[in-house]
């Protein structure tokens, strides 16, 4: 009889209990999640690609000015309106507010696709911004209505839904920018616009959760604006979400910058952004274990705690290889932040006003990512690089003791 090898064992051991722990993770997930994810990823292909697609035909027939606002205008509406579009989720439900946005979606693409011009850009652009902010916004909501064995899997599941945006984002654009190069702007608008339909339709084949329980809603209840600056709880969760925007952008817009400044090429300020991106992607797949280990107070204070560490660093980082091993450590902090805010956001809401929480969460990310940047800009003009890092730093410490305190809150009332 042969004699066992010991490292064979160990590894089938090792496969066994990875197998295990998926399983068991798999067993907890609400089937609904899976029809929502691909729903939502052939929603946010147009969205990404359609970015791209607007900011070149503007970049070729007006310069650069009009390519920002092109760019600008996929924005403009979720930052103004969130917290109105919020409202209409907890009026209607989150179904039919998915689908009517699709629906919005596909006459934005539609309309360059029929009228390669400006104007018909800017207006699409508008209408593609406003629909995908109101789709994201009530599947984050319909989320919260799931069924699941445990609340923390809710935290894992929203984690989900983000991870099918990453890899549409990837997607995205390389598809659009193959149909650019070779069959023109015109249909790649077009290609898009019966991704959406292809979406709509699916969404009209699968399952979609809808919580209509909110349609009953004291509809003269107080303002939910008023509900959170009275309630230092609430006001402490809408605070951190502003410091995780402004983290956020303050990475994406100021590694180019202080890559820039050190004259690093383009091709390694990219493998950057990437590694941050990777890191975003791999904490997200894990999130569905983690929220079984850890609170959401815990762990957002342990991903400030660890994103504050980063910005300090990352004046200091020389070299790319240095510098993408930051930007994947960010990327892992960042991407615990979403999830679990919105978790704690649907716990903390009072009945019936979840969309309009998740609205004004979104309208303050979204101010936060128009104003930011250009007060990194000011700085940077100013200063340098160096000292807005350090002013992101100071934001995610104070952030971190703050989710820290929130953390203490809530075992002392538990």
């Known amino acids: 009889m042969l004699p066992s090898d010991p490292s064979s064992s160990g590894s089938r051991s090792l496969s066994s209990k990875l ?3 998926f399983s068991r993770t798999f067993a907890r997930v609400n089937p609904q999640i899976f029809s929502l994810i691909a729903v939502s990823v052939l929603a946010h292909i147009t969205m990404s690609g359609g970015r791209v697609s607007a900011s070149l035909f503007a970049l070729q027939h007006g310069g650069s000015f009009n390519a920002g606002i092109a760019y600008s205008l996929y924005g403009l509406l979720p930052a103004l309106l969130s917290l109105h579009m919020g409202r209409w989720v ?3 439900g989150p179904r039919t507010v998915m689908r009517v946005s699709l629906v919005s979606m596909i006459i934005g693409l539609a309309l360059p696709a029929f009228w390669a011009a400006l104007p018909a850009v800017f207006v699409g652009a508008a209408l593609g911004g406003f ?3 109101t789709y994201m916004l009530a599947a984050n909501v319909s989320v919260s209505f799931m069924d699941f ?4 899997d809710r935290i894992g599941m929203l984690a989900w839904l983000q991870l099918g945006n990453s890899v549409s984002a990837v997607v995205g654009p390389s598809v ?9 702007f015109s249909a790649a608008f077009g290609t898009m616009a019966l991704i959406v339909l292809c979406s709509l339709i699916v969404s009209y084949r699968v399952h979609l959760p809808n919580g ?7 509809k003269g209840g107080e303002s939910i604006v008023r509900t959170v600056f009275t309630n230092p709880r609430l006001l402490r969760i ?6 995780v925007a402004l983290a956020w952008d303050g990475f994406n817009f100021m590694v180019p910058v202080l890559g820039t400044e050190r004259g690093y090429s ?5 493998m950057v952004l990437s590694c941050f991106a990777v890191g975003t992607f791999a904490i997200r797949a894990a999130l569905p274990w983690m929220s079984r280990k850890l609170s959401e107070w815990r762990m957002l204070c342990l991903s400030f705690g660890v994103a504050a560490s980063v910005f300090f660093v990352l004046p200091m980082a020389k070299g790319g290889l240095l510098l993408g091993a930051c930007g994947f450590v960010f990327g892992l902090a960042a991407g615990v932040g979403q999830p679990n805010i919105l978790s704690l956001i649907y716990r903390a809401m009072p009945a019936g006003k979840q969309g309009e929480g998740a609205g004004l969460r979104s309208m303050m990310g979204n101010m936060m990512g128009l104003t930011g940047p250009s007060l990194y800009g000011a700085i940077t003009a100013l200063f340098g690089a160096v000292p807005v890092f350090l002013l992101i730093g100071c934001i995610m410490s104070v952030s971190s003791w703050q989710a820290h305190h929130g953390y203490r809150s809530r075992a002392a009332s538990a």
């Not at 383009?266 to 990219?270: E, H, L, R, V, Y």
Request: charged share 20%; proline share 0%.
């Open 149 to 152: 064995e445990d609340e923390a």
């Open 238 to 243: 809408y605070l951190l979400t502003m410091a």
């Open 176 to 184: 659009v920018g193959l149909i650019i190069d070779h069959k023109g």
């Open 19 to 21: 197998s295990q722990m």
């Open 90 to 92: 907890d009026r209607i």
């Open 212 to 218: 209509m329980r909110q349609a009953h809603q004291d």
């Open 266 to 270: 383009a091709t390694t300020i990219g």
């Open 131 to 133: 629909g995908f902010g």
